[in-house]
């Protein structure tokens, strides 16, 4: 079983900067493959980034040079560095993972995953 908790949302206003962490519990992080989805008010919940266990990134094309995924699997921590926010990022932010022994791969796909945190709001306003 997997424990995962995000922090670090907020209110910020565009062009600003957010880092989310998310700790993770009950199993090394460096087994799995590990991603970031956002929920909108009304919209389904759509993949931002993800990092495979052998560093392979994919991110949303939205998001492309303004988020940055990184873990620290020491710490089984992972992390999603977000700049130049704009409006349209503000929305539930989750943190997933699915362990991947065979193949590393990691997908955008939140159907792929199978634990989840809880969420953590981020807002961009002015």
């Known amino acids: 079983q997997l424990l995962l908790v995000e922090s670090g949302g907020g209110l910020v206003q565009p062009g600003e900067s957010l880092r989310l962490s998310c700790a993770v519990s009950?199993?090394?992080?460096?087994?799995?493959?590990i991603g970031w989805f956002r929920q909108a008010p009304g919209k389904e919940r759509e993949g931002i980034s993800c990092?495979?266990?052998?560093?392979?990134?994919n991110y949303r094309d939205s998001v492309k040079g303004r988020f940055t995924i990184s873990r620290d699997n020491a710490k089984d921590m992972m992390y999603l560095e977000m700049n130049s926010l704009k409006p349209e990022d503000t929305g539930v932010y989750y943190c997933?993972?699915?362990?991947?022994?065979?193949?590393?791969?990691?997908?955008?796909?939140?159907?792929?995953?199978?634990?989840w945190g809880q969420g953590t709001q981020v807002t961009v306003s002015s």
């Open positions: 997933a993972a699915r362990l991947t022994p065979v193949l590393p791969m990691c997908n955008l796909d939140p159907r792929w995953y199978a634990w």
């Open positions: 009950g199993s090394p992080l460096g087994e799995f493959a």
């Open positions: 990092l495979s266990t052998d560093d392979n990134t």
